[in-house]
Protein backbone atom coordinates (compact mmCIF):
# COMPACT_ATOMS: atom_id res chain seq x y z
CA UNK A 1 0.00 0.00 0.00
CA UNK A 2 1.06 3.70 -0.53
CA UNK A 3 1.03 6.45 1.69
CA UNK A 4 -0.88 9.73 0.60
CA UNK A 5 1.87 11.82 -1.53
CA UNK A 6 4.50 8.85 -1.85
CA UNK A 7 3.26 7.94 -5.36
CA UNK A 8 1.20 9.52 -8.23
CA UNK A 9 -0.41 6.42 -8.56
CA UNK A 10 -2.39 5.84 -5.30
CA UNK A 11 -4.61 2.74 -4.46
CA UNK A 12 -8.72 3.16 -4.61
CA UNK A 13 -10.01 4.16 -0.58
CA UNK A 14 -6.51 5.30 0.42
CA UNK A 15 -6.35 9.54 2.09
CA UNK A 16 -4.55 11.59 -0.21
CA UNK A 17 -4.17 15.31 0.61
CA UNK A 18 -7.24 17.13 -0.76
CA UNK A 19 -6.64 20.64 0.21
CA UNK A 20 -2.92 23.18 0.66
CA UNK A 21 -3.50 22.79 4.43
CA UNK A 22 -3.14 18.74 4.84
CA UNK A 23 -6.80 17.87 4.90
CA UNK A 24 -7.44 14.11 4.03
CA UNK A 25 -10.17 12.82 1.85
CA UNK A 26 -10.62 9.24 -0.10
CA UNK A 27 -10.68 8.74 -3.90
CA UNK A 28 -13.48 8.21 -5.61
CA UNK A 29 -14.49 4.13 -7.06
CA UNK A 30 -13.31 3.88 -10.16
CA UNK A 31 -15.42 3.47 -13.27
CA UNK A 32 -15.36 0.54 -15.38
CA UNK A 33 -14.97 1.45 -18.79
CA UNK A 34 -17.93 1.35 -21.23
CA UNK A 35 -20.65 1.70 -18.09
CA UNK A 36 -22.24 5.00 -18.38
CA UNK A 37 -23.28 6.73 -15.03
CA UNK A 38 -26.82 7.72 -14.61
CA UNK A 39 -28.41 9.49 -11.95
CA UNK A 40 -30.57 7.94 -9.92
CA UNK A 41 -34.64 7.88 -11.05
CA UNK A 42 -36.47 10.69 -9.07
CA UNK A 43 -39.79 10.62 -10.95
CA UNK A 44 -42.79 9.33 -10.32
CA UNK A 45 -43.56 5.14 -10.00
CA UNK A 46 -45.58 4.09 -12.82
CA UNK A 47 -48.63 1.83 -12.72
CA UNK A 48 -48.73 -2.21 -13.01
CA UNK A 49 -50.80 -2.83 -15.54
CA UNK A 50 -51.49 -6.93 -15.61
CA UNK A 51 -50.46 -8.41 -18.87
CA UNK A 52 -53.84 -10.87 -18.96
CA UNK A 53 -55.94 -7.92 -18.45
CA UNK A 54 -53.73 -5.99 -20.81
CA UNK A 55 -53.94 -8.30 -23.67
CA UNK A 56 -57.76 -9.30 -23.22
CA UNK A 57 -58.09 -5.27 -23.30
CA UNK A 58 -56.16 -5.22 -26.59
CA UNK A 59 -58.52 -7.85 -28.30
CA UNK A 60 -61.73 -6.20 -27.24
CA UNK A 61 -60.44 -2.83 -28.26
CA UNK A 62 -59.15 -4.31 -31.77
CA UNK A 63 -56.05 -3.04 -30.64
CA UNK A 64 -56.82 0.12 -29.68
CA UNK A 65 -55.63 -0.08 -26.21
CA UNK A 66 -52.26 -1.09 -27.30
CA UNK A 67 -51.51 2.46 -28.75
CA UNK A 68 -52.84 3.81 -25.72
CA UNK A 69 -50.45 1.27 -23.62
CA UNK A 70 -47.39 2.36 -25.39
CA UNK A 71 -48.09 6.10 -24.98
CA UNK A 72 -48.95 4.87 -20.96
CA UNK A 73 -45.95 3.25 -20.40
CA UNK A 74 -43.73 5.25 -22.21
CA UNK A 75 -44.52 8.62 -20.57
CA UNK A 76 -44.34 7.00 -17.16
CA UNK A 77 -40.88 5.71 -17.89
CA UNK A 78 -40.13 9.20 -18.95
CA UNK A 79 -41.47 10.93 -15.95
CA UNK A 80 -39.52 8.40 -13.77
CA UNK A 81 -36.21 8.88 -15.36
CA UNK A 82 -36.22 11.93 -17.38
CA UNK A 83 -35.01 9.90 -20.38
CA UNK A 84 -36.53 8.12 -22.66
CA UNK A 85 -38.92 8.64 -25.97
CA UNK A 86 -42.26 9.87 -24.18
CA UNK A 87 -45.91 9.21 -24.50
CA UNK A 88 -46.16 11.35 -27.33
CA UNK A 89 -43.21 10.26 -29.67
CA UNK A 90 -43.83 6.37 -28.42
CA UNK A 91 -47.60 7.53 -29.75
CA UNK A 92 -46.37 8.61 -33.03
CA UNK A 93 -44.28 5.91 -33.46
CA UNK A 94 -46.73 3.22 -32.57
CA UNK A 95 -49.07 4.78 -35.15
CA UNK A 96 -47.18 5.75 -38.09
CA UNK A 97 -43.96 2.81 -37.97
CA UNK A 98 -45.24 0.46 -35.78
CA UNK A 99 -42.96 -2.06 -36.71
CA UNK A 100 -40.47 -0.08 -34.47
CA UNK A 101 -42.40 0.22 -31.34
CA UNK A 102 -41.78 -3.28 -29.63
CA UNK A 103 -38.01 -2.65 -30.24
CA UNK A 104 -37.89 0.64 -28.62
CA UNK A 105 -40.08 -0.46 -25.82
CA UNK A 106 -38.47 -3.36 -24.98
CA UNK A 107 -34.95 -1.52 -25.01
CA UNK A 108 -36.23 1.26 -22.67
CA UNK A 109 -37.80 -1.47 -20.23
CA UNK A 110 -34.29 -2.84 -19.99
CA UNK A 111 -33.05 0.54 -19.71
CA UNK A 112 -34.68 0.81 -16.36
CA UNK A 113 -33.31 -2.25 -14.86
CA UNK A 114 -29.36 -1.32 -16.49
CA UNK A 115 -29.78 2.67 -14.98
CA UNK A 116 -30.05 0.25 -11.47
CA UNK A 117 -26.85 -1.80 -12.57
CA UNK A 118 -28.78 -4.75 -13.26
CA UNK A 119 -29.23 -6.95 -15.96
CA UNK A 120 -31.99 -6.33 -18.48
CA UNK A 121 -34.67 -9.26 -18.51
CA UNK A 122 -35.34 -7.48 -22.06
CA UNK A 123 -33.70 -5.53 -24.82
CA UNK A 124 -34.27 -4.28 -28.53
CA UNK A 125 -33.49 -7.99 -29.43
CA UNK A 126 -36.72 -9.15 -27.55
CA UNK A 127 -38.76 -6.95 -30.29
CA UNK A 128 -37.85 -10.06 -32.52
CA UNK A 129 -40.52 -11.60 -31.04
CA UNK A 130 -42.78 -9.30 -32.66
CA UNK A 131 -41.54 -9.46 -35.77
CA UNK A 132 -40.76 -11.87 -37.74
CA UNK A 133 -42.18 -13.56 -34.45
CA UNK A 134 -45.76 -12.69 -35.87
CA UNK A 135 -45.45 -15.54 -38.20
CA UNK A 136 -45.11 -17.84 -35.60
CA UNK A 137 -48.62 -16.25 -34.99
CA UNK A 138 -47.54 -16.46 -30.87
CA UNK A 139 -44.55 -14.19 -31.07
CA UNK A 140 -46.20 -10.61 -30.52
CA UNK A 141 -47.63 -12.52 -27.22
CA UNK A 142 -43.89 -13.88 -26.13
CA UNK A 143 -43.03 -10.09 -26.37
CA UNK A 144 -45.68 -8.60 -24.55
CA UNK A 145 -45.73 -11.34 -21.64
CA UNK A 146 -41.78 -10.88 -21.49
CA UNK A 147 -42.00 -7.09 -22.07
CA UNK A 148 -44.81 -5.94 -19.76
CA UNK A 149 -43.89 -8.82 -17.33
CA UNK A 150 -40.64 -6.94 -16.82
CA UNK A 151 -41.95 -3.75 -16.59
CA UNK A 152 -44.40 -4.18 -13.89
CA UNK A 153 -42.03 -6.48 -11.97
CA UNK A 154 -39.66 -3.05 -12.01
CA UNK A 155 -42.32 -0.99 -10.76
CA UNK A 156 -42.61 -2.89 -7.64
CA UNK A 157 -39.78 -3.24 -7.29
CA UNK A 158 -39.13 0.46 -7.02
CA UNK A 159 -42.14 0.60 -4.60
CA UNK A 160 -45.72 0.31 -6.59
CA UNK A 161 -48.36 -1.78 -5.30
CA UNK A 162 -51.10 -3.51 -7.75
Known sequence: MSTPGSSPAQEYGQPYPTAPSGGQGLQPMPVAPGYAQYAEPRGPVGKIRPTGIAILLAIVTFGIYTLYWYFATHDEMKKHTGE????????????????????????????LYERRGQEKPVSALTGLWYFPGIFILVGPIVWFVKTNGALNAYWRSVGAQG
Not at 87 to 100: M, R
Open 84 to 111: GLGGVVALLLAIFVGVASPYLHSHEVGN
